[in-house]
């Protein structure tokens, strides 16, 4: 499983409220978070890909996958 960088996330943390400090145990919450959440649509999207009869993960697959964690 490829592992997603710290510094990215500090970055959206900080950047979510001017002036504010995040703890590396925040930082380090959000990557385990966004990472299982990455996980669950990537296996999603290949369960819509297979169901298509297909090999190949399209951006749609993602897309459709991705709405059932998004709010609106």
Do not use: C, Q
Not at 1 to 11: N, S
Not at 13 to 35: C, F
Request: without cysteine; charged residues 35%.
């Amino acid at each position: 499983m490829a592992k997603l960088h710290l510094a990215t996330f500090e970055k959206f943390l900080k950047d979510s409220k001017s002036g504010i400090r995040v703890s590396s145990d925040a930082s380090s919450e959000m990557v385990e978070v966004m990472t299982e959440l990455a996980e669950e649509i990537s296996k999603e999207s290949a369960e819509l890909a297979t169901h298509a009869n297909r090999k190949t993960i399209l951006r749609d697959d993602i897309k459709m996958a991705a709405r059932r964690f998004r709010k609106h």
